[in-house]
């Protein structure tokens, strides 16, 4: 039995190799499509044959091999006995023509069907340029034609798309006219030297293309030399053309002025025009060579030199614009080209605009609600929306219908940090903050107070500013207590019991020690006038005396001017003498 078992699986294995045996020399290919793949691979290509194995764990890859250079496509298994796909690898050794074969998972070739080889062709995009160019200007504003040459795009995949990836340049105003994505086309690019800019007479163009819809897109990258004649130019740190300054009244502005000439051994100096000139309170100093101001790549050809300019505006020249304007040239008038751009700044005196800071003010036409002796706060925060950073402060102004500008006993004073004196202009670029604080009084309850606050720019106090108002409602029948203060002289204050305001207070627990931390306490409960009362019935209702009720609500003037729908503080009398003691 042992013998015959194991000559049983003996033969099956025999079966099972021949059968293996006979399906790998069975199995040949016998072309591929496409026969081409860009560089950076990813192209899926048809390897068509017969014989190819569909038995799980055969699989099958495309070998490419040129130059010694070999890459190979990741293990695939068949789709069906004469179909094969791979996909190209990332082929790193350039454009090459490589000879393509088929593997098994053994690493054993697939015969190609009637021998030979098949060449296939790893093909990266094209890109043709100028050697070198060399540019030629004259003086500013008399070059004519603009630097302008082209870069010729190609792939020798037809279905390939290029497009420009990148451009880059120290040139600025490089101009680059790149058409949409396509196999073959002309990039140009252009470029009109701006004398009020900064750049190197000897540069390059580094232009990069690339395949289009690719993440990993294959890329071409080429550099050309440029070399430019120029002209004496301004140069860093100098202001550029148009360029816009601001300088408050009280301050100092000082601008750097600083030129080369790119010619050898030629001396470069500095002049400002006649027309517009200078503004009243400005000088320019000019200094000796400016060797710190020399950049990469001049070498010594020349000496920059620099001029420093200083304005400091007075009174009266805020709200002024003024135009200054300077130029570059050569001190041997007979070179060519001798002269830069002119370039002209504008300074900006700006005038006082001071305005409410709304996102620390009390918003204006507020009503904000107190009681006696809470601290009632109104912030007046304030910042020059015209940039200057001028200083400007709050004067309190007597509104309509009131006899002064801040109720009795409140005050406005500044933030300590953010206010400033009012002979100080300038310097209040994050602005000064201010505020009206008050803790009412008894007798005050019950009124409604309109206080009203001008802006006035310390730089033109004479000038109307912004004004806001705001309304003040002392609430009646509450109060807040001071440091060291309790029911019992709580109760002093509003001549009632002590008992009463505790009751009046049942979420508080001692009544010997209130809190001074702004927190609300109540006096007793309001009461609504009904039709048919009166101030002596409501009293008497209440427990109350009549001159108890007139001194708990000060707002009115006597007892007989109770009216319908009144709101009236009132102490309901619920101790008796004896529970009072």
């Known amino acids: 039995m042992f013998f015959s078992s194991r000559a049983a699986i003996w033969c099956l294995l025999s079966l099972l190799c021949l059968t293996n045996l006979k399906t790998a020399f069975a199995q040949q290919w016998s072309g591929a499509s496409p026969s081409r793949s860009r560089v950076g691979g990813g192209i899926s290509v048809t390897v068509q044959g017969v014989g190819f194995s569909t038995t799980p764990g055969n699989s099958y890859r495309c070998k490419f091999t040129a130059n010694g250079q070999t890459e190979q496509s990741t293990l695939v298994a068949a789709q069906d006995a004469n179909t094969v796909v791979c996909v190209t690898p990332q082929w790193t050794h350039g454009n090459a023509d490589s000879i393509l074969g088929i593997v098994d998972q053994a690493n054993l070739p697939v015969p190609k069907q009637g021998g030979g080889t098949l060449t296939f062709q790893f093909r990266a995009p094209q890109l043709s340029v100028p050697a070198s160019i060399n540019y030629v200007m004259q003086n500013c504003n008399e070059t004519a034609n603009a630097m302008t040459f082209h870069a010729n795009v190609s792939h020798a995949i037809e279905t390939i798309s290029l497009e420009l990836k990148n451009v880059t340049s120290s040139l600025p105003g490089l101009v680059v006219n790149a058409p949409s994505a396509s196999n073959a086309h002309s990039i140009q690019l252009s470029w009109f030297p701006d004398l009020s800019l900064p750049w190197n007479v000897s540069t390059s163009i580094v232009i990069v293309i ?234 005050q309850e019950g009124q409604q107070y309109r206080v009203c606050v001008d802006l006035v720019s310390h730089l033109q106090p004479d000038v109307q500013g912004i004004q806001r108002c705001y309304t003040i409602r002392v609430d009646k029948c ?82 007989d001017a109770v009216k319908l729908g009144d709101s009236l503080c009132i102490t309901p009398h619920v101790c008796n003498d004896a529970g009072s003691q």
């Open 210 to 443: 690339g395949e289009s819809g690719q993440a990993e897109p294959d890329l071409a990258t080429m550099t050309v030399p440029i070399n430019v004649e120029a002209p004496p130019e301004m140069i860093a740190p100098s202001p550029q053309h148009g360029q816009e300054f601001v300088v408050p009244v009280g301050e100092t502005l000082n601008i750097i002025l600083a030129a080369e000439d790119r010619n050898p051994s030629q001396a470069v100096l500095i002049a400002l025009l006649e027309d517009p000139g200078l503004p009243s309170g400005s000088s320019i100093t000019a200094t000796g060579p400016y060797l710190e101001a020399r950049r990469p790549g001049f070498g010594s050809l020349s000496t920059p030199v620099k001029r420093e300019l200083s304005f400091r505006p007075s009174r009266g020249q805020q709200g002024f614009s003024y135009q200054i304007c300077m130029f570059a040239y050569n001190s041997d008038s007979a070179v060519r080209p001798s002269r830069s751009c002119t370039r002209c700044i504008v300074v900006r005196v700006p005038p006082a605009v001071p305005s409410f800071d709304e996102t620390l003010s009390t918003p204006a036409d507020a009503v904000v609600p107190s009681a006696v002796q809470c601290e009632t706060v109104i912030d007046i925060a304030i910042k020059d929306i015209g940039g200057a950073g001028y200083c400007a402060s709050p004067v309190a102004v007597v509104s309509q219908g009131q006899t002064r500008a801040l109720p009795q006993f409140a005050a406005l004073e500044g933030v300590p940090g953010r206010s400033v004196a009012t002979s100080v202009v300038s310097g209040c670029g994050n602005g000064t903050h201010y505020k009206i604080v008050w803790r009412p009084k008894r007798g």
């Open 478 to 559: 509450l109060f807040c207590a001071a440091q060291g203060d309790s029911f019992t002289t709580a109760a002093r204050l509003f001549g009632t019991d002590w008992v009463q305001l505790w009751g009046a207070n049942p979420q508080h627990n001692d009544p010997d020690l209130l809190t001074d931390d702004g927190r609300r306490y109540t006096v007793g409960p309001a009461y609504l006038v009904q039709d048919g009362d009166t101030a002596a019935g409501i009293a008497s209702r209440f427990g109350m005396p009549q001159e108890a009720l007139l001194d708990l609500n000060p707002d009115l003037q006597s007892l």
